[in-house]
């Protein structure tokens, strides 16, 4: 099965728990879209989050933050976002890589199964089709990665 994108249920919301971020660690982080992607058959969930505490580093409005969750092992992935506009209604979007930190607090041991280089191709998949904040009109957007 591919990702697909959809707005998270309140089902799914329950089903995944995805509150625990924000139950567990006040200052921490919740689930600021209403979006996500998914992969159920492989066990795999992209969506992204916000710091409910300040956010130390220049430039922050620029990071996005992601939840990348792969069959119980839990990440917090971040990127930088360059976005270029190429027709009227055409964009293209650059992809930076800024950290990929492994959570065992919310994984189902204390340490990773995958190595780095084994999460991002599976990474990438999930955030092409996660696109940027909920667009879905494919042909107005092409997305690249510089990692």
């Known amino acids: 099965m591919d990702f697909v994108k959809e707005?998270?249920?309140?089902?799914?919301?329950?089903?995944?728990?995805?509150?625990?971020?924000?139950?567990?660690?006040?200052?921490?982080?919740y689930v600021n879209s209403t979006y996500w992607v998914i992969d159920r058959e492989r066990d795999i969930y992209l969506t992204s989050y916000k710091s409910t505490g300040n956010d130390p580093e220049p430039?922050?409005?620029?990071r996005n933050?992601?939840?990348?969750?792969?069959?119980?092992?839990m990440y917090?992935?971040?990127?930088?976002?360059?976005?270029k506009k190429l027709g009227e209604r055409h964009w293209?979007?650059?992809?930076?890589?800024?950290s990929l930190t492994f959570?065992?607090?919310f994984s189902i041991s204390n340490e990773s199964k995958y190595k780095d280089e084994e999460l991002i191709p599976t990474f990438k998949e999930a955030v092409t089709t996660y696109r940027h904040a909920g667009e879905n009109d494919l042909t107005k957007l092409e997305i690249n990665f510089n990692f």
């Open 7 to 29: 707005v998270i249920t309140q089902e799914d919301f329950d089903k995944y728990d995805l509150g625990r971020y924000e139950k567990r660690l006040p200052m921490g982080i």
């Open 76 to 83: 917090k992935i971040t990127l930088t976002l360059t976005s």
């Open 59 to 62: 430039g922050a409005n620029w």
């Open 65 to 73: 933050n992601f939840i990348f969750y792969i069959a119980g092992d």
């Open 92 to 98: 293209s979007y650059l992809w930076d890589y800024n």
């Open 103 to 105: 959570i065992p607090y």
